[in-house]
Nanobody, 122 residues
Framework: QVQLVESGGGLVQAGGSLRLSCAAS????????MAWFRQAPGKERDFVAA????????YYADSVKGRFTISRDNAKSTLYLQMRSLNPEDTAVYYC???????????????WGQGTQVTVSS
């Protein structure tokens, strides 16, 4: 069992930056691949980024490539998402998720946080 708690969301102007964190409970954080998803009102939950257990490989949706950076600190059981050059289309609730393998489909992930709201004003 892994419990995930996101933080760091908020309101930011277009062009600004935010860093999201996802704190995991338990001692199994390092045994899971981790990912960030986001869901805008009335839309599907979309893949944003994922990272392997060691942090050695990362994967990004085309819409955030070059602007967002996913990272993890296994010693602190924490996942991060550094977001730069934000635009209003990035407005959504952001969720962290833990799973067994890298995937872009949300159904492949077992554990989820409660989400943190990111709002980008124009």
């Amino acid at each position: 069992q892994v419990q995930l708690v996101e933080s760091g969301g908020g309101l930011v102007q277009a062009g600004g930056s935010l860093r999201l964190s996802c704190a995991a409970s338990g001692r199994t954080f390092g045994s899971h691949v981790m990912a960030w998803f986001r869901q805008a009102p009335g839309k599907e939950r979309d893949f944003v980024a994922a990272i392997t257990r060691s942090g050695g490989s990362t994967y990004y949706a085309d819409s955030v490539k070059g602007r967002f950076t996913i990272s993890r600190d296994n010693a602190k059981s924490t996942l991060y998402l550094q977001m730069r050059s934000l635009n209003p289309e990035d407005t959504a609730v952001y969720y962290c998720a833990a799973g067994r393998a890298i995937a872009v489909l949300s159904k492949e992930y077992t554990y989820w946080g409660q989400g943190t709201q990111v709002t980008v004003s124009s």
